[in-house]
């Protein structure tokens, strides 16, 4: 059999602006068919791949929706820890006319959950479990301070240890003076 419209892999895949290795894939596993010249129906393969695209299509957008329910499953619609807060006044406003007393239990449990949360944060910084942003960026930069000063005196001290030497030897000196200064700095950090 030859096809009337039929066209090179190369000029379907420019065509479907697609590679030719998808063409290739295509024609191996029978969504495209070769005509006995090796060539490929045009209209034949327009049309199976707009099906293979629109079943890819639904494909993913059926595992996304299944990925969304699968992710809300979980979370009771009053967590407080999960939801955000507009979208949880929102929902109360819209259900307080049908169902007030719904709507009045779920805003105690809620106002309750963000009162014991704001409890086990207090707790948490007193047992020193949570520790402040600030105190945390302190010790950052004091590190990245101590990191600093010990490389930036590196190449005053190996400076005269390599005069004259060779490559090689300016490696080693370099590769000691660096191993060092590591080493004095995890001294530092690790008590």
Not at 69 to 95: H, M
Not at 161 to 174: V, W, Y
């Amino acid at each position: 059999m030859v096809y009337t419209d039929n066209i090179s892999q190369q000029k379907l895949a420019d065509t479907l602006h697609i590679s030719r290795i998808q063409v290739r894939r295509f024609v191996e596993n029978g969504t495209f068919i070769l005509d006995e010249h090796k060539k490929l129906s045009l209209s034949q393969a327009k049309e199976a791949y707009e099906r293979y695209r629109k079943t890819f299509e639904a494909e993913q957008l059926s595992k996304k929706r299944t990925a969304a329910k699968k992710a809300l499953e979980g979370i009771a619609p009053q967590d407080p820890t999960c939801s955000d807060f507009a979208q949880v006044y929102k929902r109360w406003v819209n259900n307080v006319e049908a169902d007030p007393v719904s709507v009045l239990n779920s805003a105690k449990a809620y106002y309750t959950a963000v009162l014991a949360k704001e409890e086990k944060i207090k707790l948490d910084a007193l047992e020193r479990s949570l520790i402040p942003v600030e105190e945390v960026d302190a010790d950052a930069e004091k590190v990245g301070n101590l990191i600093r000063s010990k490389l930036t005196t590196l190449p005053s001290r190996v400076s005269t240890m390599c005069e004259g030497r060779t490559a090689r030897d300016i490696e080693e000196i370099l590769s000691d003076e660096i191993n060092n200064a590591l080493e004095e700095l995890h001294e530092l950090f690790i008590k």
